[in-house]
């Protein structure tokens, strides 16, 4: 196994091409939950963990059945259908199994099953074809970028509460130029790692 | 205004109730009288487009901050020398031969949009001059990165464009550079007194220095963003700044060339966007460093100064709740 490659892929998916400030994926969630640092470190915990889970599954999908069967058209449908039975099972589960859990996580679930980083991630690894592993470490790249993400947000949110902004710039409008900052910022890490993830998002995105 | 007077006159501060001379604006004029030395050099080096340049971000920086506490029916601050301030490191942040809208453009971005969007002085999140400075540098790249050759520059008529010392150091290595400017030694010298191409006010980097300490010296700013930022960049220079072995860089190099002087000592101790409690100070400096180290040496710019500042910019309220002290007696809540 190339660890180089794996940790290079954590890294492009987390900070060189973070969804968020990068190619602006996942914003409904970034801007939804960004609001109290609590829903936002819990957000990201069941997110990762999520995006870790389907990008394994829908590998499994993809190539022992989809490419066999040679219906990889479909892969937009199909990830889509197995996202959501994911987080539906996850969510059914938790209840279950853990309620305390599923009192701290579970409301996050719902909103993470129309997340566009977790259809994206799936269809990217299925592009590149990325072996199980890679997937996996894309998966968590890509999930961690996004905790990072939504922790930054809050924190400057939360102090953003007590600033002295114009009433039509209140709310929302503040955090959207914020968030316009902050990508300016994380063009700094650009042709940090040059290698194979900045092609494939450019060509799948 | 009457009712503003009444409300000041009926508003009791909390104690202690220090008597002190010390205000905004006395610490604001202070910090671009510390700037004045590098910026006089400058205008030495880069003649007088330097000055135009310099100027020209300094009026529009004032402009726009008076022109939106006008149209808004705020009262207006430009008298307490921030907005002089922002204008003034926006000057000495860009390459000296620039079209004149371009400094322009910077000091709205910095002004309008960064400080007062924000709700002006205090609240902003991001240092207003780098955000400036970025903002102009990634939709005006070429621009922004044509860089002149220093000349005893009233009497030289064409500039010759060159590029600086870290962009030669980073394409070409340090033979190349060697070759530029002669000797090792010839080198530190060149760096030190500014004689290189660059930024015009972040070349030289001893009137830097000595106007960080006179902010030291005046306590305007503490050693802690200062000493740590320095001191990582130093440190990670000297590890992993060589060609091949480890512990092999010339960290002085690194030291003298690029932003980091202005940077550690005007930028990123900037009061609004670092964190507020010493030891979160020292984790936002060795942040800057490493951040810049590892964009100077792995990253796609040749050097990370501002983009660094403005990284660890927004990770500095999250800073600050992590090294924020427990109260005395605090327990965590128990959840049922």
Redesign the interface.
């Known amino acids: 196994m190339d660890f180089n490659k794996l940790f290079q892929l954590i890294i492009a998916a987390s900070l060189i091409n973070n969804f968020v400030f990068t190619r602006f994926l996942g914003l409904c969630i970034f801007f939804g939950v960004s609001k109290k640092?609590e829903t936002a470190v819990g957000m990201s915990i069941t997110f990762t963990a999520v995006m870790v889970v389907s990008a394994a599954l829908s590998w499994v999908v993809f190539q022992y059945i989809m490419v066999p069967l040679d219906i990889t058209f479909l892969k937009i449908i199909v990830f889509i259908g197995i996202i959501a039975a994911l987080v539906q099972s996850a969510d059914t589960i938790m209840k279950k199994v853990s309620p305390s859990l599923y009192y701290k996580l579970g409301i996050y679930l719902a909103l993470i099953t129309t997340n566009c980083i977790i259809l994206a991630v799936p269809l990217i690894n299925a592009g590149e074809s990325y072996t199980f592993i890679e997937s996996m470490a894309f998966g968590l790249g890509s999930g961690l970028g996004f905790a990072l993400a939504l922790?930054?947000m809050a924190?400057?949110r939360?102090?953003?509460e007590v600033?002295?902004?114009?009433a039509p710039?209140k709310g929302m409008p503040?955090s959207f130029?914020?968030a316009g900052?902050?990508a300016?910022?994380?063009?700094?890490?650009?042709?940090?790692?040059?290698l194979y993830e900045l092609r494939a998002i450019s060509r799948w995105l | 205004m009457a009712k503003e007077t009444k409300e000041k006159q009926l508003v009791v501060s909390v104690s202690p109730h220090v008597r002190d001379e010390e205000s905004i604006a006395k610490i604001m004029w202070s910090v671009n009288f510390a700037l004045f030395p590098a910026l006089i050099a400058s205008f030495y080096y880069f003649g007088p487009r330097a000055m135009i340049v310099t100027l020209l971000s300094i009026v529009s920086s004032i402009g726009f901050e008076y022109a939106y506490q006008k149209f808004v029916g705020k009262k207006t601050t430009i008298n307490d020398g921030s907005a002089f301030l922002t204008g003034l490191l926006i000057g000495m942040n860009l390459p000296p031969q620039l079209p004149f809208y371009i400094p322009v453009m910077g000091s709205f971005v910095a002004v309008v949009l960064v400080k007062q969007l924000f709700g002006g002085l205090g609240y902003n999140i991001f240092n207003p001059a780098l955000v400036g400075r970025a903002f102009l540098l990634v939709t005006w790249p070429k621009l922004m990165t044509t860089w002149k050759e220093p000349s005893a520059a009233f009497v030289g008529l064409d500039a010759k464009t060159t590029a600086t010392p870290l962009g030669i150091l980073k394409e070409e290595g340090i033979s190349k550079l060697l070759e530029e400017f002669g000797t090792k030694n010839d080198l530190y010298i060149s760096l030190l007194t500014g004689h290189r191409a660059g930024s015009l006010g972040e070349t030289s980097a001893i009137f830097l220095i000595i106007g960080g300490l006179y902010l030291l010296y005046k306590r305007y700013i503490t050693w802690h963003i200062p000493v740590s930022f320095v001191g990582s960049v130093a440190v990670i220079a000297w590890i992993f700044g060589g060609k091949g072995a480890l512990f092999t860089g010339d960290p002085l190099i690194h030291l003298m060339s690029g932003g980091l002087m202005l940077g550690a000592f005007f930028m990123a101790t900037d009061y609004v966007t670092c964190p507020s409690i010493r030891k979160g100070q020292i984790i936002f400096g060795i942040g800057c460093g490493a951040l810049t180290m590892l964009i100077r040496l792995k990253g796609g710019f040749p050097e990370g100064v501002m983009f660094a500042i403005l990284l660890m910019n927004c990770f500095a309220p999250l800073i600050d709740r992590g090294v924020k002290p427990k109260l005395f007696g605090e327990v965590k809540a128990v959840k049922k």
């Not at chain 1, 600033?163 to 114009?166: E, G, H, K, Q, V």
């Not at chain 1, 300016?184 to 790692?193: E, H, K, M, N, Q």
């Open positions: 640092m922790v930054i924190s400057i939360e102090k953003l600033a002295d902004i114009p710039f503040i130029i914020v900052l902050i300016l910022a994380f063009t700094g890490f650009s042709g940090l790692i040059t």
